[in-house]
């Protein structure tokens, strides 16, 4: 099964910049992929038109089994609800614990707070954050608010995992335990696409490649 | 028993229907009757939040309640006011009356067979004679003057005859006390219409007027709050952003900011409801005082049970509108991107 096709997808922002020029990808269920190329070559473009967050200006973006331009306004919220998505700049809330940022998604879903609970603790316990709960991430170094942005992600168990730049500030050490937490993931069948432009540590991870260049899908390496 | 129910079969069948083509990501499956449990738990989780989030910042808050509280206080105020006027008056008859003077010569026979005469008229509606003795009693009673009567030997009242007439516009009224006025039995008629009439269109006049101030002042209700609310937006941007990013709805983000506007309109009202009644107080005494030249026994009425519990329901409403204004028009502008 699909979980990701863009069709001759093409993005122009209103400044008349071309973001994404005819991409075409199928990214399966299950399926563990890089998307890589230079800054401004479109990685992140992309995954916004996965989140809804820009529509696209021309072709076909489907998620699972959902046309996205058929999706109404009102539904987007929904839409976002079934992907995880991790911010290379974590984009945590510094008002309240570690524990309520994770919470966040269980919470807007409406979840029992007891089951909420506990599956923010299985979250964290994933990590390696568990007993930070009640810290204020502020108090965290920037791989730690890294891993509460990846926890925050999967709290919902998302069957689909996008990722932003995710090792973007962190030291070579730190970048390959995160994509091996990503790995983990995957392994139980989460379908997890990673922008990077870590081309090392991408091609020491051995999945499936594809890369922009200047808003063209240049390359499709298994 | 079981086989002859079809309905639970029936039932049964979707649920099967739904496990074999799962649709997407779709994992965790909420049921009706859990989600309005958590749509109950999220307003009251919010309602208490927003209601704690106004006390992180006292003196702001308080600020904004005064000002609400101004705003709301001096309508109240008015309308209380009105009220109390209106009571007053409503006693008075309004009808216009016509007064008869008797010249003070004329027999009780004569008097009497006058007034008769009067009964046989069709333009007047009523007739109520006032016999010198029975004018000498009423000013005895109504009057501190009553040691003055001494200085007379005689009665020094003339016999009044009371009319109300069946005509009620001006000219015709005018017309006929002049008619009146013209026979020869009556030393003086009077029309008294004019202050009644006064008194009528002053009332309905500071009526239009406290309609008018409290609706500018509750167009500052809402401004007020929507400012406020605003800002307080402004201020959660961060918050705003990252909760659309993780799938929260319009409402969700919503709903926060509608209870710190309700909030705010409830305290402001409830400062305004202190404030009416306060000064309401205040003038009381004086108003007592100078009633007490009028009427004997009159009562200051304060913010009564059905004033009071609109007077709540008001700021409430317009503090939630306000906040339901700001909402509307910039949580529309932060989107994530």
Redesign the interface.
């Given at each position: 099964m699909t979980a990701i096709r863009f069709s001759n997808v093409g993005k122009r922002y209103p400044n008349g910049h071309d973001a994404l020029k005819g991409v075409n990808f199928d990214l399966h269920s299950g399926e563990l992929a890089f998307l890589t190329g230079h800054s401004g070559a479109g990685k992140s473009t992309l995954l916004?038109l996965i989140?809804l967050?820009?529509r696209p200006s021309r072709g076909e973006v489907w998620?699972?089994?959902?046309d996205l331009a058929r999706l109404p306004r009102?539904q987007i919220?929904?839409?976002?609800?079934?992907?995880g998505?991790v911010f290379q700049n974590h984009?945590?809330?510094f008002?309240r614990s570690i524990f309520d940022n994770v919470a966040?998604?269980l919470?807007?879903?409406?979840?029992?707070?007891v089951d909420a609970a506990r599956r923010v603790r299985a979250a964290l316990d994933k990590v390696g954050l568990l007993s930070r709960e009640k810290l204020n991430p502020l108090t965290l170094s920037s791989g730690e608010q890294q891993r509460v942005g990846i926890a925050?992600a999967i709290v919902?168990?998302?069957?689909?995992l996008l990722a932003d730049e995710p090792t973007g500030n962190l030291d070579p050490a730190l970048s390959e335990d995160i994509m091996h937490l990503f790995e983990q993931f995957n392994s139980i069948g989460t379908t997890v696409l990673i922008a990077s432009h870590d081309l090392s540590l991408i091609n020491r991870m051995r999945h499936r490649v594809l890369t922009l260049k200047d808003g063209r899908m240049v390359a499709d390496v298994d | 028993m079981s086989t002859e129910n079809p309905s639970q079969k029936t039932q049964k069948q979707p649920r099967n229907a739904a496990q074999a083509p799962r649709r997407g990501a779709v994992q965790h499956r909420i049921g009706l009757a859990d989600r309005s449990r958590s749509w109950r738990r999220h307003h009251r989780e919010v309602a208490r939040q927003s209601f704690f989030r106004l006390w992180v910042t006292p003196l702001a808050s308080l600020m904004t309640m005064a000002v609400l509280a101004i705003a709301l206080a001096l309508p109240g105020f008015l309308f209380t006011a009105l009220k109390n006027l209106d009571q007053l008056t409503s006693g008075l008859d309004t009808d216009p009356h016509i007064s008869l003077y008797l010249k003070v010569d004329l027999s009780d026979a004569r008097i009497d067979s006058f007034s008769r005469e009067l009964l046989l008229r069709q333009d007047l509606a009523s007739v109520e004679l006032i016999s010198p003795d029975k004018g000498l009693e009423d000013f005895k009673q109504y009057t501190r003057f009553d040691d003055l009567l001494d200085f007379f030997d005689t009665n020094p009242l003339p016999a009044v005859i009371t009319l109300i007439p069946m005509a009620r516009d001006a000219d015709a009224l005018a017309q006929l006390r002049n008619e009146l006025a013209q026979l020869p039995e009556v030393e003086e008629a009077r029309l008294d219409l004019e202050w009644v009439r006064r008194l009528g269109a002053f009332m309905a006049l500071a009526e239009r007027s406290a309609w008018v101030l409290g609706g500018l002042l509750a167009l500052t209700v809402l401004l007020v709050v929507g400012n406020t609310v605003r800002m307080t937006i402004e201020s959660r941007r961060d918050e705003i952003q990252v909760s659309k990013l993780v799938g929260a709805t319009d409402a969700w983000v919503r709903r926060p900011f509608l209870y710190s506007g309700l909030w705010f309109g409830l305290f402001g009202a409830v400062l305004a409801w202190l404030l009416a009644q306060l000064a309401l107080a205040l003038v009381a005494e004086p108003v007592q005082a100078l009633a007490a030249l009028y009427l004997n026994d009159y009562v200051v009425h304060g913010l009564g049970v059905r004033e009071s519990l609109t007077l709540l329901l008001t700021g409430m409403i317009l503090g939630l509108g306000g906040a339901w204004l700001a909402v509307g028009r910039h949580l529309k502008d932060i989107e994530p991107g």
């Open positions: 916004k989140m967050m820009e998620v699972g089994d959902q009102k919220p929904f839409h976002r609800r079934r992907i998505v984009q945590l809330l008002d966040l998604p919470q807007l879903s409406g979840y029992d707070p925050r919902h168990k998302p069957k689909l | -």
